[in-house]
């Protein structure tokens, strides 16, 4: 069952990423080819924002750590930012039939249509990070707890 559920997940969050490329597309800001495109588009942006966009993310928030105290936190939204227009970026030079005009718009367009889609069906993306963080308190309780002779 936990299988099917993440799958689904997977599949809306391919969807939501679809639509936001379309979005963008009939606004002008990116072109591609014809419906099969934005199928392949939607999968390759899923896969790096599965993969890479971890490592990116960490890496961008290293290097902006200077950015990041001056701004109180507030600039981590520019390196979110950033970081889904790289991977954009990267999606762009490896698709022949995908072309973005706007860099800056079309980011910003795929980026607030797949949160819209995100949060109205009720995908939490933040939901691995809490189960984590609620298994090391666990752990933690029970190592306190354990009596030592």
């Not at 997940?9 to 002008?28: D, M, Y």
Request: charged residues 15%; aromatic residues 8%; without cysteine.
């Amino acid at each position: 069952m936990e299988v099917a559920r993440r799958l689904g997940v997977l599949i809306l969050e391919w969807a939501s990423i679809a639509l936001g490329v379309f979005v963008a597309g009939h606004f002008g800001y990116l072109s591609y080819k014809d419906v099969g495109t934005l199928a392949v588009v939607a999968i390759v942006l899923g896969l790096f924002n599965s993969f890479l966009r971890p490592f990116l993310l960490a890496i961008f928030m290293i290097v902006s750590i200077p950015i990041l105290i001056i701004t109180l936190g507030l600039g981590a939204y520019l390196v979110l930012f950033l970081t889904n227009g790289a991977i954009l970026a990267l999606t762009d030079s490896l698709l022949k039939d995908l072309t973005v005009n706007n860099w800056a718009m079309a980011t910003l367009t795929i980026s607030i249509t797949s949160w819209m889609i995100s949060s109205a069906v009720g995908i939490d993306q933040l939901k691995p990070l809490r189960r984590a963080n609620e298994a090391k308190a666990n752990a933690q309780k029970a190592k306190e707890d354990a009596i030592d002779i």
